[in-house]
């Protein structure tokens, strides 16, 4: 189940735009969370991750600017903000999440602050809103937890923003001891998934070992939660999400109909993976939802600069598409990994799509071309 939640997670992360009033929305995925007055006690004695929740299409240089007018105006409160990462990076997939997890936890880290730009539907005009939430670093693997508590600011400008969090810090008389705050901020770069070996091919043992591919499956909403309009909200996204279970795995389970080589659908779980190896699997199929270029980053591809959008290749009707993605959109990319190696297979074709069953045909379609499978 976690697995899913961090996917549908990411589903939502991209989307910047909320119907709704201003106080009434939600950041960071289907968590919920208890909005508090008062900022952590630990805010300025320990140290914090910063997670970013900005645009993709704004560029690297505006997005710089934002995160150099942050860090800057955290140094002067005392709060030691040492990591700085895209909260669409996180949640790319679990495996990535463990590592960020890990690495929050050899850093000492003890809050997440979640940086913010959005766009508000408010009746039929748009308005746009800066984000700052502070919340703690969760002690389990999911970086935040259910029913931890949150303390939220919002504002249409940004540096009236930080000047408030400042304003609040400074009466809020917490201890201050963070005096080694570094002057430039430090950016976390995405880990890689890699940890064995990459292939740009699929293996051959595909035609005759049996591949896992993971059921989508419930998301499990806890028995208490916090109150409140936004965690009301929360709850309906996630029941109008199990809802549409039997249809997802419907779709699934016909993408695969023509596959044609040793599969099943299961639940999966990484923690199962023994077990699964006994039970006759070699191979898992995994999924990341990100942008293009950080799929790109994230899978150990080589990365060209001057490149503005990636191309996808396409057969319909007998007839050969070519479409072109903005490397900053948002895609999911599949890939395999084997069971007992840990190697992870990409295909000889990049075939990152923005709609989840898109990619997921044009993989299965690669695979079939490459190891000349009718």
Known sequence: MKKLLILYICILL????????????NPIGLKFLEYV???????????????LNLPNNWGEKKQKEIIQQTHTSFQKMGIDAIMYASI??????????????QNYTSREIKNIIIV??????????????????????????NIINHAQKAWKKIDDEYEPLLKNLGKIIFKSKIPNKNFLITDTPNFFDAPKIVKTYRYQNFHEDLKYDKILIPKFEEIQIPKTRPTGIINDKIQKEIENYNENIPELNKKLTNAFANYHM??????YDEADDKKFIQEGFRFVLHVINTSGIAAHRLLGYEIDPTDTEYTL???????????????????????????Q????????QWDGDE??????????????DELKVK
């Open 313 to 339: 290749i396409k057969q319909e009707n007998d007839k050969t598409i070519i479409r072109t993605i903005p490397i900053n959109a948002n895609i999911y990319k599949f890939y395999i990994k084997h069971l």
């Open 355 to 368: 709609k989840y069953f898109e990619s997921l045909n044009l993989f299965i379609k690669n695979i079939k």
């Open 341 to 348: 190696t840990k190697d992870i297979f990409l295909g000889n």
């Open 116 to 141: 913010s730009y959005i766009t508000l539907k408010i009746g039929e005009k748009e308005y746009s809103r800066y984000v700052i939430i502070i919340t703690p670093f969760s002690k389990n693997k």
């Open 88 to 101: 669409q990076d996180i949640f790319a997939g679990k495996e990535i999440t463990q590592e960020y997890y």
């Open 37 to 51: 007055k008062e900022i952590p006690e630990d805010l300025l004695s320990t140290r914090s991750a910063i997670l």
């Open 262 to 267: 040793d599969y099943e659908i299961r639940n």
């Open 14 to 25: 991209p989307n910047l735009t909320y119907s709704q009033d201003e106080n009434d929305f």
